[in-house]
């Protein structure tokens, strides 16, 4: 799959005058000058009878209140082909009620979207709720920079974990140095400087920090209180410049012109770093606890400058550890005697400093820029794939994922490999089962296919040799459940992990890449199978007639074989006939797990014995299982877990289990080897699509670097374990579409594609 090359940011944008178009210019820069290879592009929203002269990465303008505008910008981001956006989303930048108008560009979108939330309320409106849901629903991946951010969205808006991600604001990469240089330049020689910076608003607390000046001077007679920047626009357009004139008046009445000063300027950033060198203190009165973001709060943490804030959500993660002090809201006599403190001990202040320059060092927008380039190439590929799934088959520069199985790896040892994981760590205390060995020599046979790397001889045969030791002649059935101390738990397994086993022997009498583990593998499928006949589930039926079609076309002398296929094949087709209605095409009263083995097991038999009462049985009673696997979106939907008993009820959706897009990929793959009908192709593809986060949480259960598999979806969550079930499943799967896109749709080639899965 190709790198991220085409980048569009949806927000302000520079000239604006406000945090955001900082916020948005200063991540599009950063990612332009990182060295990779992506073009940007920006949507500039334009407030309402507003003008900028914006920079050329500015390629699309959006009045906020122009509904045709949102639309012209999607079409302009389709048409351009861009490849993930970015959206800087903060209440009152776009138009309609709580800023609805911006779902009419998202929802004509044809990329992934990666949204970064500037504000998160704890307590919104109907109205504000509604649109934010909307928002993280349409948004592959969703951004806060603070840790509040992402429990609020869990907690209020029921935002899935998987989904969220924190991203510190970024700060320019500037050295630690001395204020002296800066005072010098701006007039301040020698005196100790405080200073706020920002848009010029009531809820920045500036009046509170005022009145903390008199009892400041108590301690440093000579300190300044600089605040620097413009008014708010929004406030000069309703109240002119009252508010600032109300600060001014306030200062005159307690007597603190001359340390005291308004440098009423939006400046450029190497001016802004030059004010914020010459402080000796930085502070943030906020009166607003919700404040998720404070830019300028990031600006001077990151420039090392010793800051006195009050406890709002960003300051009171950032400014934790001595790195900052907090000092509760509205409160004028603790900020004045926390700065005063300060003013008056240099090497308390120095300490403070040095700490917070050292801990900023992760947030220079270099380390930011590429923290939110590994978020947009993880949607990005997701998204691909999803294509793929959608399409059927692989569209031009996308691919299936790569075949890593360090997870898997990691999840053997000498003895063979362990049933269960703790999140990615192996669970020794559940020890082995025979199924699970069983389906990795079904995967150690799939690495034998063109295009793949083999599984190592040691590890391979490690596997046999769990196998071959779970058969007890004594049963005459294969044990499935061992303690980590080697020691087995029961006589004898279930009739379906004695099935699956055979499948895997069969498999690997026909494709294993040793002569002498063929010949090893035929004759313990042969001393295996007869009981078979006794069996009374019709998974195990189905897990043998996978094994038998493997075996007979490897040892095809063995006469006894053709009987026990025929025997089992139509007992499948029997069992079908009686639970079969027009509404319920299906071998059995409910669905449970595993269930298109049940049709693949038919189909691959019809094909291979040529009987086609076989395979129309499967493709018929597989289109109804693929009908009810599908949701209403169109996306692949497992049967889910607590459906297990019910009885002729349409299935519930949770929880969802890897095995049955892996049971479906293979038992579609069969279906397309039979008929060639395209269709089966496209069902294999959304099946494994949801692997990749084509699913009801639209979230990726697989990690593509490790190739660990979560072991399900729950209704909120991903299940965080990845037990060997889980990655087997995944794996196989992947196996088979790699094959698929191999043969890239070739009719002639389609008997290679052998289904594999367990």
């Known amino acids: 799959m190709t790198q991220l090359s085409r980048l569009a940011f949806i927000g302000n944008s520079l000239p604006r005058r406000c945090g955001i178009a900082t916020f948005t210019t200063n991540l599009q820069q950063a990612i332009s000058t990182s060295g990779a290879d992506v073009e940007t592009a920006i949507v500039a929203m334009t407030d309402h009878g507003h003008a900028y002269d914006y920079p050329p990465a ?56 990666v949204t970064t939330l500037h504000t998160v309320l704890s307590e919104p409106t109907p109205a504000q709720r509604g649109i934010l849901n909307r928002i993280v629903e349409a948004s592959s991946r969703v951004v806060v920079m603070a840790e509040k951010g992402r429990e609020l969205l869990r907690s209020v808006y029921r935002a899935s974990a998987e989904k969220i991600e924190v991203i510190p604001h970024g700060i320019p990469d500037f050295p630690f140095i001395e204020p002296d240089k800066a005072k010098f330049k701006f007039g301040f020689s020698g005196r100790p400087v405080i200073l706020t910076f ?3 608003s009531p809820n920045k607390g500036v009046e509170v920090m005022i009145d903390a000046m008199p009892s400041i001077l108590k301690s440093r007679s000579d300190a300044v209180y600089v605040v620097l920047g413009t008014t708010h626009p929004n406030l000069v357009r309703t109240q002119g410049e009252a508010y600032r004139e109300s600060l001014m008046a306030r200062v005159r009445e307690i007597g603190v012109e001359d340390h005291v000063v308004f440098l009423d300027q939006f400046v450029d950033q190497a001016t802004l770093l030059d004010f914020i060198s010459m ?17 300028t709060l990031a600006y001077s943490f990151g420039l090392g400058k010793a800051v006195v804030s009050t406890p709002y959500w960003h300051a009171r993660e950032l400014l934790v550890d001595g790195r900052g002090i907090l000092v509760p809201f509205g409160d004028a006599a603790a900020i004045g005697c926390e700065i ?18 050292a801990s900023s060092r992760s947030m220079t927008w270099e380390r930011t820029a590429d923290r939110y380039q590994t978020a947009f190439e993880n949607v990005r590929r997701g998204n691909g794939l999803r294509m793929i799934a959608q399409q059927g088959q692989p569209s031009r520069g996308q691919a299936p994922p790569d075949m890593q199985i360090g997870h898997f790896l990691s999840m053997c040892d000498d003895t063979g490999l362990f049933q269960h994981a703790v999140h990615s760590v192996p669970d020794r205390s559940h020890g082995y089962c025979v199924d699970d060995n069983a389906r990795a020599l079904l995967l150690a046979c799939a690495l034998n296919n063109p295009g793949e790397r083999r599984l190592s001889e040691v590890l391979t045969a490690r596997l046999a040799a769990f196998v071959q030791h779970a058969w007890n002649p004594d049963t005459r059935m294969f044990r499935n459940f061992m303690g980590f101390d080697r020691s087995w738990l029961e006589d004898k397994g279930s009739e379906d992990s004695h099935g699956r086993t055979l499948w895997a022997l ?47 076309a490897a040892v095809p002398e063995d006469s006894l074989t053709g009987r026990v296929r025929n025997l089992l094949a139509d007992r499948l087709i029997s069992i079908m006939s009686l639970a079969e209605t027009k509404d319920w095409m299906w071998f059995e009263d409910g669905l449970a797990y595993d269930n298109a083995r049940l049709p693949q097991a038919l189909i691959v038999t019809g ?20 009908t009810v696997q599908t949701a209403p979106e169109g996306y692949f939907r497992p049967i889910g877990t607590k459906s297990f008993g019910d009885k002729r009820t349409q299935p519930q959706a949770f929880d969802q289990q890897p095995l049955e897009a892996s049971a479906t990929i293979s038992a579609c793959l069969a279906a397309l080897r039979a008929d060639g009908n395209a269709k089966w192709r496209a069902d294999a593809a959304r099946a494994f699509g949801w692997f990749l986060g084509g699913n009801d949480l639209s979230l990726p259960l697989v990690d593509l670097e490790t190739g660990s598999c979560r072991d399900g979806l729950h209704p909120d969550r991903p299940n965080e374990n990845r037990g060997a079930e889980s990655v087997l499943s995944y794996l196989l799967g992947l196996a088979e579409i790699r094959q698929l896109a191999l043969i890239s749709g070739d009719r002639a080639k389609l008997p290679r594609l052998r289904a594999l899965h367990a």
């Open 340 to 357: 005063a403190g300060l003013l008056t001990d240099d090497a308390r202040r120095q300490a403070m400093r040095e700490r917070a320059y």
């Open 607 to 626: 094909i291979s014995t040529g009987m086609a009462a076989y395979v129309e049985a499967g493709l018929r009673s597989l289109h109804w299982l693929m």
């Open 279 to 295: 402080c000796d203190v930085y502070v943030t009165p906020y009166l607003n606890e919700s404040q998720m973001t404070s830019g």
């Open 58 to 113: 500015v390629r699309v303008q959006v009045n906020d209140a122009r509904l045709e505008d949102y639309i012209n910008a999607a079409a302009v981001l389709n048409a351009g082909q861009f490849d993930v956006v970015s959206l800087q989303h903060e209440f009152g930048i776009f138009g309609g009620e709580a800023g609805a108008h911006i779902m009419t560009l998202l929802s004509r979108l044809d990329m992934p979207i």
């Open 506 to 552: 069969g498999e690997c009498a026909r494709g294993d890449a040793t002569l002498l583990r063929r010949r090893w593998a035929a004759s313990l499928f042969a001393e295996a199978l007869p009981i078979v006949e006794s069996f009374r589930s019709p998974r195990a039926w189905a897990f043998t007639l996978l094994g038998l079609d493997a075996y007979c």
């Open 198 to 200: 920002g848009l010029l």
